[in-house]
């Protein structure tokens, strides 16, 4: 398995600001992922970050608004940028290891007021 | 495209039941199917998966789950359940050999004394 570390575990946040999350795994990863969990829903994929290139977004999700940084095989950063209330969620990052396993970390909930 | 399906949004059962939550799955090839499980302000922890092999597949915590690929399904069981079990449940697809998963949108479960 892998430990993730996320931070922070919990934010409220105005409007019209950014915030950036950061994710630390105890050990060097080659794929890292971020999820968001919208209230009462599951989880959607927001982008693919490998260390080196550019992360890779999915449908719906621009890098304008949500910019990640993969400096290296252990961290990555998320930033939620020019949040609005529909950004309330919980962010939670992933990593890979081996074939078609992801271990996540505690999420990071965020409120936007 | 792939895709996860779970029929029940909300189950009650009492302690010392059986259990039994519903997966379904939309997949070109032969899948890589997981469920998590998240309980309140967690992260997700994984409780089994299947890439291959045994169709029956034995879990953490007493779960196991068994695949069909006929119906194509993959869903989760628990012969009684303890009231500590009391959470929401992810089936996840694997897309190919990545780390990447899609999710189903939860179960969530009760557990009445």
């Known amino acids: 398995s892998a430990v993730i570390s996320q931070k922070p575990s919990r934010d409220i946040c105005q409007r019209g600001t950014s915030l950036t999350i950061q994710c630390q795994v105890d050990?060097?990863?080659?794929?890292m992922f971020w999820y968001r969990q919208q209230p009462g829903q599951s989880l959607t994929l927001i982008a693919t970050a490998n260390q080196g290139s550019e992360a890779t977004y999915e449908s719906g999700f621009v890098i304008d608004k949500f910019p990640i940084s993969r400096p290296n095989l252990t961290f990555s950063t998320l930033t939620v940028s020019n949040m609005s209330p529909e950004d309330s969620s919980i962010y939670l990052c992933?990593?890979?290891?081996?074939?078609?396993?992801?271990?996540f970390g505690q999420g990071t909930r965020l409120t936007v007021v | 495209a792939q895709s996860v399906t779970q029929p029940d949004i909300h189950i009650t059962v009492s302690e010392g039941a059986s259990l039994e939550l519903r997966c379904n799955y939309s997949?070109?090839?032969?899948?890589?199917l997981f469920w998590y499980v998240q309980s309140p302000g967690q992260g997700l922890q994984l409780l089994l998966k299947?890439?291959?092999?045994?169709?029956l597949v034995q879990g953490i915590k007493g779960f196991e789950a068994e695949f069909k690929r006929s119906q194509s399904s993959f869903n989760l069981r628990k012969p009684s359940v303890h009231w500590s079990d009391a959470a929401e449940y992810f089936c996840?697809?694997?897309?190919?050999?990545?780390?990447?998963?899609?999710f189903g949108t939860g179960t969530l479960l009760a557990v009445q004394p």
């Open positions: 299947y890439f291959s092999g045994d169709t």
């Open positions: 992933s990593v890979g290891r081996g074939v078609a396993e992801a271990f």
């Open positions: 050990s060097q990863v080659t794929m």
């Open positions: 996840a697809v694997g897309a190919g050999a990545t780390n990447k998963l899609i």
């Open positions: 997949y070109g090839a032969t899948p890589y």
